[in-house]
T-cell receptor
Framework: SQTIHQWPATLVQPVGSPLSLECTVE??????LYWYRQAAGRGLQLLFY??????ISSEVPQNLSASRPQDRQFILSSKKLLLSDSGFYLC?????????????FGQGTRLTVV | QKEVEQDPGPLSVPEGAIVSLNCTYS??????FMWYRQYSRKGPELLMY????GNKEDGRFTAQVDKSSKYISLFIRDSQPSDSATYLC?????????????FGTGTKLQVIP
């Protein structure tokens, strides 16, 4: 069965520090991978998606970047965190139509920038 | 106008009540419609998905899609305290070989014992 791992679960970082969140998927090949941010009252905001190794698309200009060094690994990074980067970050994967169209989510990382 | 609009709630109902959760959308390209349940401090988990107008039932849950009105609903029968969570609607379409998914902001539901 497919599983998705995301870590860490919680993170407190000072303003200006770097960030690296990692997500790995098991049990599937060539998944579409996504990074979402969920802020209170704003729902899930898509930050980045990837359809393959080294292929990253950004949905919203951010102080963040993403990389996909391996087929089932997706990394969210920042060189210098801002207070506004605080939020709940979720990694997700999906496969192409027609078999599965839903996205499966990791457990999330709650980031607090102080 | 947001592509997907969802009543934010919160919604508080007594145990055993029928719950109706709703979303509207503006993009007629959406083909797939999903409902996710998210418990506090957890990632969302898929409850139901459908790709056609009409009703789809799974136990106490019924998903309804009306493409002509661009309206989807999730009904929960005999609601239980364990149903207390935030419910997110989501919709997607195939864009260049990739499923572009848009989520609603979520409706927080509390079922009172």
């Amino acid at each position: 069965s497919q599983t998705i791992h995301q870590w860490p679960a919680t993170l407190v970082q000072p303003v200006g520090s770097p960030l690296s969140l990692e997500c790995t998927v098991e049990g599937t090949s060539n998944p579409n991978l996504y990074w979402y941010r969920q802020a209170a009252g704003r729902g899930l905001q898509l930050l980045f998606y990837s359809v393959g190794i080294g292929q990253i698309s950004s949905e919203v200009p951010q102080n963040l970047s993403a990389s996909r060094p391996q087929d089932r690994q997706f990394i969210l990074s920042s060189k210098k965190l801002l207070l506004s980067d605080s939020g709940f970050y979720l990694c997700a994967w999906s496969v192409l139509f027609p078999v599965n169209t839903e996205a499966f989510f990791g457990q999330g990382t709650r980031l607090t920038v102080v | 106008q947001k592509e997907v609009e969802q009543d934010p709630g919160p919604l508080s109902v007594p145990e055993g009540a029928i719950v109706s959760l709703n979303c509207t959308y503006s993009n007629s390209a959406f083909q797939y419609f999903m409902w996710y349940r998210q418990y506090s401090r957890k990632g969302p988990e898929l409850l139901m998905y459908t790709y056609s107008s009409g009703n789809k039932e799974d136990g106490r849950f019924t998903a309804q899609v009306d493409k002509s009105s661009k309206y989807i609903s999730l009904f929960i029968r005999d609601s239980q305290p364990s149903d207390s969570a935030t419910y997110l609607c989501a919709m997607s379409y195939n864009s260049g070989g990739y499923q572009k998914v848009t989520f609603g902001t979520g409706t927080k539901l509390q079922v009172i014992p």
